[in-house]
Protein backbone atom coordinates (compact mmCIF):
# COMPACT_ATOMS: atom_id res chain seq x y z
CA UNK A 1 0.00 0.00 0.00
CA UNK A 2 2.45 2.30 0.72
CA UNK A 3 4.61 2.11 -2.92
CA UNK A 4 0.81 2.85 -3.92
CA UNK A 5 0.67 5.68 -2.37
CA UNK A 6 3.81 7.13 -3.37
CA UNK A 7 2.71 6.00 -6.79
CA UNK A 8 -0.48 8.01 -6.34
CA UNK A 9 1.25 10.97 -5.46
CA UNK A 10 3.47 11.20 -8.28
CA UNK A 11 0.98 10.35 -11.08
CA UNK A 12 0.42 13.56 -13.20
CA UNK A 13 -3.63 14.04 -12.96
CA UNK A 14 -5.89 16.63 -13.96
CA UNK A 15 -8.82 17.57 -12.07
CA UNK A 16 -12.41 18.54 -13.40
CA UNK A 17 -14.55 19.07 -10.81
CA UNK A 18 -13.37 21.59 -8.15
CA UNK A 19 -15.78 24.75 -6.98
CA UNK A 20 -13.61 26.87 -6.33
CA UNK A 21 -15.20 28.60 -3.01
CA UNK A 22 -15.48 25.71 -1.71
CA UNK A 23 -11.67 25.21 -1.51
CA UNK A 24 -12.30 28.62 1.02
CA UNK A 25 -10.15 27.13 3.89
CA UNK A 26 -11.32 28.40 7.27
CA UNK A 27 -7.70 30.07 7.89
CA UNK A 28 -8.14 32.01 4.72
CA UNK A 29 -11.71 32.99 5.51
CA UNK A 30 -10.33 34.43 8.88
CA UNK A 31 -8.14 36.29 7.05
CA UNK A 32 -10.64 37.82 4.50
CA UNK A 33 -12.95 38.73 6.69
CA UNK A 34 -10.24 40.86 8.77
CA UNK A 35 -9.42 42.17 5.57
CA UNK A 36 -12.72 43.35 4.76
CA UNK A 37 -13.81 44.31 8.17
CA UNK A 38 -16.53 41.58 8.33
CA UNK A 39 -17.98 39.66 11.68
CA UNK A 40 -17.37 36.59 11.41
CA UNK A 41 -20.36 33.69 13.37
CA UNK A 42 -17.13 31.95 14.29
CA UNK A 43 -15.34 33.20 17.28
CA UNK A 44 -12.32 31.56 15.79
CA UNK A 45 -11.08 28.23 13.27
CA UNK A 46 -11.94 25.47 15.49
CA UNK A 47 -15.22 26.86 15.63
CA UNK A 48 -15.76 26.94 11.46
CA UNK A 49 -14.65 23.10 11.25
CA UNK A 50 -16.95 22.10 13.81
CA UNK A 51 -19.65 23.92 11.82
CA UNK A 52 -18.82 21.84 8.94
CA UNK A 53 -20.43 18.94 10.36
CA UNK A 54 -22.95 18.56 7.94
CA UNK A 55 -25.70 15.76 6.64
CA UNK A 56 -26.55 16.62 3.45
CA UNK A 57 -26.38 18.42 0.79
CA UNK A 58 -28.47 21.47 1.51
CA UNK A 59 -26.68 21.70 5.50
CA UNK A 60 -23.32 21.99 3.69
CA UNK A 61 -24.75 24.69 1.18
CA UNK A 62 -25.76 26.96 3.85
CA UNK A 63 -22.52 27.17 5.23
CA UNK A 64 -20.83 27.40 1.92
CA UNK A 65 -22.62 30.15 0.86
CA UNK A 66 -21.82 31.85 4.15
CA UNK A 67 -18.31 32.00 3.84
CA UNK A 68 -18.11 32.94 0.48
CA UNK A 69 -19.57 36.36 2.01
CA UNK A 70 -15.69 36.87 3.10
CA UNK A 71 -14.85 37.42 -0.81
CA UNK A 72 -15.60 41.10 -1.84
CA UNK A 73 -12.31 42.03 -3.68
CA UNK A 74 -10.24 40.90 -7.08
CA UNK A 75 -7.33 40.64 -4.89
CA UNK A 76 -9.90 38.10 -1.98
CA UNK A 77 -10.82 36.35 -5.51
CA UNK A 78 -7.23 36.15 -6.94
CA UNK A 79 -6.07 34.74 -3.81
CA UNK A 80 -8.66 31.99 -2.93
CA UNK A 81 -7.46 30.85 -6.63
CA UNK A 82 -3.71 31.07 -5.52
CA UNK A 83 -4.34 29.12 -2.42
CA UNK A 84 -6.08 26.11 -4.50
CA UNK A 85 -3.34 26.29 -7.33
CA UNK A 86 -0.96 25.53 -4.78
CA UNK A 87 -2.78 22.97 -2.62
CA UNK A 88 -3.20 21.24 -6.20
CA UNK A 89 0.05 21.67 -7.72
CA UNK A 90 1.52 19.55 -4.72
CA UNK A 91 -0.60 16.66 -6.11
CA UNK A 92 0.56 17.00 -9.38
CA UNK A 93 -3.00 18.25 -10.86
CA UNK A 94 -1.22 19.67 -14.46
CA UNK A 95 -4.76 20.93 -15.54
CA UNK A 96 -7.87 21.72 -13.43
CA UNK A 97 -11.11 22.93 -14.99
CA UNK A 98 -12.76 24.86 -11.86
CA UNK A 99 -16.53 25.92 -11.54
CA UNK A 100 -17.40 29.12 -9.89
CA UNK A 101 -20.69 30.84 -8.95
CA UNK A 102 -21.25 34.26 -10.22
CA UNK A 103 -24.77 34.64 -8.75
CA UNK A 104 -23.03 33.77 -5.44
CA UNK A 105 -21.55 37.11 -5.56
CA UNK A 106 -23.72 39.14 -7.83
CA UNK A 107 -26.93 38.64 -5.59
CA UNK A 108 -24.79 39.87 -2.78
CA UNK A 109 -23.82 43.62 -4.63
CA UNK A 110 -20.13 42.09 -5.92
CA UNK A 111 -19.66 43.15 -9.71
CA UNK A 112 -19.36 39.91 -12.08
CA UNK A 113 -15.97 41.98 -13.32
CA UNK A 114 -14.43 41.65 -9.96
CA UNK A 115 -15.07 38.10 -9.65
CA UNK A 116 -13.81 37.12 -13.08
CA UNK A 117 -10.83 39.95 -13.07
CA UNK A 118 -9.51 38.17 -9.64
CA UNK A 119 -10.01 34.50 -10.88
CA UNK A 120 -8.11 35.45 -14.05
CA UNK A 121 -5.11 37.22 -12.23
CA UNK A 122 -4.93 33.63 -10.11
CA UNK A 123 -4.93 31.59 -13.57
CA UNK A 124 -2.43 34.11 -14.69
CA UNK A 125 -0.18 34.04 -11.88
CA UNK A 126 -0.86 29.62 -11.42
CA UNK A 127 0.39 29.36 -15.40
CA UNK A 128 3.51 31.33 -15.15
CA UNK A 129 4.34 30.14 -11.83
CA UNK A 130 3.27 26.78 -11.29
CA UNK A 131 3.29 25.59 -15.26
CA UNK A 132 -0.43 24.84 -14.51
CA UNK A 133 -3.05 24.88 -17.16
CA UNK A 134 -6.63 25.96 -16.43
CA UNK A 135 -10.27 26.62 -17.66
CA UNK A 136 -13.02 28.16 -16.07
CA UNK A 137 -16.58 27.04 -16.21
CA UNK A 138 -19.20 29.81 -15.25
CA UNK A 139 -21.94 27.61 -12.91
CA UNK A 140 -25.88 28.36 -12.55
CA UNK A 141 -27.53 27.73 -9.43
CA UNK A 142 -30.69 25.81 -9.94
CA UNK A 143 -32.20 27.00 -7.29
CA UNK A 144 -32.93 29.91 -8.70
CA UNK A 145 -35.02 30.76 -11.82
CA UNK A 146 -33.79 30.52 -15.31
CA UNK A 147 -33.77 34.38 -16.07
CA UNK A 148 -31.18 34.93 -13.26
CA UNK A 149 -29.11 32.41 -15.41
CA UNK A 150 -29.77 33.98 -18.59
CA UNK A 151 -28.58 37.13 -16.56
CA UNK A 152 -25.72 35.59 -15.75
CA UNK A 153 -24.43 34.72 -18.98
CA UNK A 154 -25.67 38.37 -20.24
CA UNK A 155 -22.49 39.68 -17.38
CA UNK A 156 -20.12 36.82 -18.64
CA UNK A 157 -20.79 38.24 -22.81
CA UNK A 158 -17.29 40.70 -22.41
CA UNK A 159 -15.24 37.61 -20.84
CA UNK A 160 -16.87 34.60 -23.12
CA UNK A 161 -13.27 33.91 -24.39
CA UNK A 162 -11.76 33.20 -20.91
CA UNK A 163 -14.92 30.80 -19.83
CA UNK A 164 -14.75 27.25 -21.56
CA UNK A 165 -18.43 26.38 -20.13
CA UNK A 166 -21.49 26.50 -18.41
CA UNK A 167 -22.66 24.22 -15.80
CA UNK A 168 -25.20 23.37 -13.40
CA UNK A 169 -24.83 23.62 -9.30
CA UNK A 170 -26.71 23.71 -5.90
CA UNK A 171 -29.58 22.28 -4.47
CA UNK A 172 -30.50 19.18 -6.85
CA UNK A 173 -33.51 17.77 -5.59
CA UNK A 174 -36.89 19.51 -6.90
CA UNK A 175 -34.48 22.09 -9.65
CA UNK A 176 -33.89 19.39 -12.83
CA UNK A 177 -32.14 19.79 -15.74
CA UNK A 178 -34.93 21.01 -18.06
CA UNK A 179 -35.34 24.00 -16.00
CA UNK A 180 -32.61 25.67 -17.61
CA UNK A 181 -32.95 23.65 -21.19
CA UNK A 182 -33.27 27.10 -22.87
CA UNK A 183 -30.18 28.96 -20.95
CA UNK A 184 -27.97 26.24 -22.07
CA UNK A 185 -29.14 25.89 -25.67
CA UNK A 186 -28.06 29.66 -25.72
CA UNK A 187 -24.78 28.91 -24.01
CA UNK A 188 -24.40 25.94 -26.67
CA UNK A 189 -25.06 28.42 -29.76
CA UNK A 190 -21.99 30.82 -27.80
CA UNK A 191 -19.62 27.50 -28.52
CA UNK A 192 -19.36 27.45 -24.94
CA UNK A 193 -18.78 23.99 -23.21
CA UNK A 194 -21.61 22.31 -21.48
CA UNK A 195 -21.56 20.37 -18.05
CA UNK A 196 -24.29 19.54 -15.33
CA UNK A 197 -24.50 18.10 -11.55
CA UNK A 198 -27.02 15.32 -12.28
CA UNK A 199 -27.61 12.15 -10.09
CA UNK A 200 -26.05 13.06 -7.00
CA UNK A 201 -28.80 13.41 -4.69
CA UNK A 202 -31.10 13.88 -7.63
CA UNK A 203 -32.47 10.51 -9.46
CA UNK A 204 -30.96 8.91 -12.59
CA UNK A 205 -33.76 10.69 -14.74
CA UNK A 206 -31.67 13.93 -13.83
CA UNK A 207 -29.03 12.63 -15.86
CA UNK A 208 -31.38 10.98 -18.67
CA UNK A 209 -32.55 14.91 -19.04
CA UNK A 210 -28.73 16.36 -18.56
CA UNK A 211 -27.96 14.03 -21.31
CA UNK A 212 -31.14 14.51 -23.79
CA UNK A 213 -32.84 18.04 -23.12
CA UNK A 214 -29.24 20.08 -22.46
CA UNK A 215 -26.89 18.44 -24.34
CA UNK A 216 -24.09 18.55 -22.24
CA UNK A 217 -20.97 17.21 -22.82
CA UNK A 218 -19.93 15.80 -19.38
CA UNK A 219 -22.16 14.32 -16.52
CA UNK A 220 -20.81 15.80 -12.80
CA UNK A 221 -21.03 13.13 -10.09
CA UNK A 222 -23.64 10.68 -12.15
CA UNK A 223 -23.85 8.41 -8.80
CA UNK A 224 -27.01 7.44 -9.78
CA UNK A 225 -26.67 6.23 -13.05
CA UNK A 226 -26.36 2.71 -12.01
CA UNK A 227 -30.18 2.57 -11.63
CA UNK A 228 -30.65 2.75 -15.19
CA UNK A 229 -28.84 0.53 -17.60
CA UNK A 230 -29.68 1.72 -20.94
CA UNK A 231 -28.42 5.39 -19.38
CA UNK A 232 -24.88 3.76 -17.94
CA UNK A 233 -24.66 1.71 -21.59
CA UNK A 234 -25.40 4.82 -22.94
CA UNK A 235 -22.56 6.67 -21.46
CA UNK A 236 -19.99 3.99 -21.70
CA UNK A 237 -19.79 4.03 -25.68
CA UNK A 238 -20.30 7.46 -26.35
CA UNK A 239 -17.03 7.75 -24.16
CA UNK A 240 -19.01 10.15 -21.82
CA UNK A 241 -16.78 11.26 -18.51
CA UNK A 242 -18.41 11.64 -15.19
CA UNK A 243 -16.62 13.72 -12.74
CA UNK A 244 -16.83 11.69 -9.41
CA UNK A 245 -16.53 12.66 -5.91
CA UNK A 246 -15.22 10.16 -3.43
CA UNK A 247 -14.80 12.05 -0.39
CA UNK A 248 -17.82 14.55 -0.58
CA UNK A 249 -20.27 11.77 -1.31
CA UNK A 250 -18.88 9.80 2.11
CA UNK A 251 -19.43 13.40 4.07
CA UNK A 252 -22.96 14.29 2.46
CA UNK A 253 -23.97 11.17 2.75
CA UNK A 254 -24.84 10.14 -0.86
CA UNK A 255 -23.21 6.59 -0.27
CA UNK A 256 -22.89 5.24 3.00
CA UNK A 257 -19.63 4.06 3.12
CA UNK A 258 -16.76 4.34 0.56
CA UNK A 259 -16.58 0.94 0.40
CA UNK A 260 -20.18 1.42 -1.48
CA UNK A 261 -19.18 3.87 -3.34
CA UNK A 262 -19.94 3.35 -7.21
CA UNK A 263 -16.67 4.39 -9.10
CA UNK A 264 -15.12 1.06 -9.47
CA UNK A 265 -17.97 -0.93 -10.78
CA UNK A 266 -18.94 2.32 -13.21
CA UNK A 267 -14.57 1.85 -14.18
CA UNK A 268 -15.25 -1.87 -14.77
CA UNK A 269 -17.82 -1.00 -17.45
CA UNK A 270 -15.88 1.01 -19.22
CA UNK A 271 -17.02 4.37 -18.59
CA UNK A 272 -15.05 7.12 -18.47
CA UNK A 273 -14.64 7.74 -14.21
CA UNK A 274 -12.55 10.66 -12.69
CA UNK A 275 -11.79 11.31 -9.42
CA UNK A 276 -11.69 15.00 -8.21
CA UNK A 277 -12.18 16.75 -4.78
CA UNK A 278 -15.44 18.93 -5.37
CA UNK A 279 -15.13 21.19 -2.41
CA UNK A 280 -12.20 20.42 -0.62
CA UNK A 281 -12.16 22.49 2.38
CA UNK A 282 -15.45 21.91 3.91
CA UNK A 283 -15.03 17.93 2.53
CA UNK A 284 -11.43 16.89 4.39
CA UNK A 285 -9.73 15.79 1.57
CA UNK A 286 -8.07 17.26 -2.20
CA UNK A 287 -7.69 15.02 -5.33
CA UNK A 288 -5.18 12.87 -4.08
CA UNK A 289 -6.45 12.22 -0.58
CA UNK A 290 -10.26 10.76 -2.93
CA UNK A 291 -7.14 9.06 -4.73
CA UNK A 292 -5.97 7.21 -1.64
CA UNK A 293 -9.36 6.51 -0.38
CA UNK A 294 -10.21 4.86 -3.01
CA UNK A 295 -7.25 2.51 -2.83
CA UNK A 296 -7.84 1.95 0.63
CA UNK A 297 -11.54 1.20 0.86
CA UNK A 298 -12.23 0.17 -2.63
CA UNK A 299 -9.20 -2.53 -3.50
CA UNK A 300 -8.35 -0.54 -6.40
CA UNK A 301 -4.84 -0.77 -7.74
CA UNK A 302 -2.03 1.00 -9.71
CA UNK A 303 -3.35 0.53 -12.97
CA UNK A 304 -6.68 1.52 -12.28
CA UNK A 305 -5.56 4.98 -11.34
CA UNK A 306 -3.46 4.59 -14.65
CA UNK A 307 -6.72 4.67 -16.11
CA UNK A 308 -8.48 7.05 -14.20
CA UNK A 309 -6.00 9.36 -14.66
CA UNK A 310 -5.84 9.18 -18.48
CA UNK A 311 -9.36 9.59 -18.21
CA UNK A 312 -8.94 12.98 -16.26
CA UNK A 313 -7.41 14.15 -19.68
CA UNK A 314 -9.58 12.39 -21.93
CA UNK A 315 -12.95 13.80 -20.59
CA UNK A 316 -11.37 17.54 -20.26
CA UNK A 317 -11.95 20.14 -22.88
CA UNK A 318 -8.51 21.27 -23.71
CA UNK A 319 -7.06 20.66 -27.22
CA UNK A 320 -6.45 16.94 -28.70
CA UNK A 321 -3.17 18.35 -29.00
CA UNK A 322 -2.56 19.34 -25.59
CA UNK A 323 -4.24 15.98 -24.15
CA UNK A 324 -1.66 14.02 -26.12
CA UNK A 325 1.01 15.67 -24.65
CA UNK A 326 -0.66 15.15 -21.04
CA UNK A 327 -0.90 11.68 -21.68
CA UNK A 328 2.44 11.36 -23.25
CA UNK A 329 3.94 13.05 -19.67
CA UNK A 330 1.44 9.92 -18.15
CA UNK A 331 3.17 7.11 -20.21
CA UNK A 332 6.50 8.37 -18.98
CA UNK A 333 5.91 8.91 -15.14
CA UNK A 334 4.34 5.17 -15.00
CA UNK A 335 7.25 3.93 -17.08
CA UNK A 336 9.67 5.48 -15.04
CA UNK A 337 8.29 4.61 -11.68
Same mark, same amino acid.
Given at each position: ??? @? ?17 ? #? ?6 ? %? ?17 ? #?? /? ?10 ? /??? =? ?5 ? %? &? ?7 ? $? !? $? +? ?39 ? *? ?12 ? +? ?16 ? @? ?10 ? &?? =???? *? ?14 ? @? ?9 ? *? $??? %? ?27 ? *? ?8 ? #? ?9 ? +? ?24 ? =? ?7 ? @? ?11 ? &??? +? ?5 ? !? ?7 ? /? ?11
Amino acid at each position: MNN @LIKFIEGLPKAELHLHIEG #SLEPELMF %ELAKRNNITLPFKDIESVK #SA /YKFNNLQEFLDI /YYQ =GANVLRT %E &EDFCDLAMA $Y !F $Y +RAHRDNVVHTEIFFDPQTHTDRGIPFNVVMNGLLAGIAKAE *SELGMSVQLIMCFL +RHLDEESAFATLRMAEPF @LDKITGVGLDSS &EV =GNPP *SKFRHVFAEARKKGLK @LVAHAGEEGAA *S $YIK %EALDILGIDRIDHGNRITEDHLLLTKAAR *SAMALTMCPL #SNQKLQVVPDL +RNHPLPYLLRHGLRVTINSDDPAYFG =GYVNDNYKA @LAKYCDLKADDFI &EIA +RNSFLGS !FLPDQTVSA /YLDVLDKYVDSF
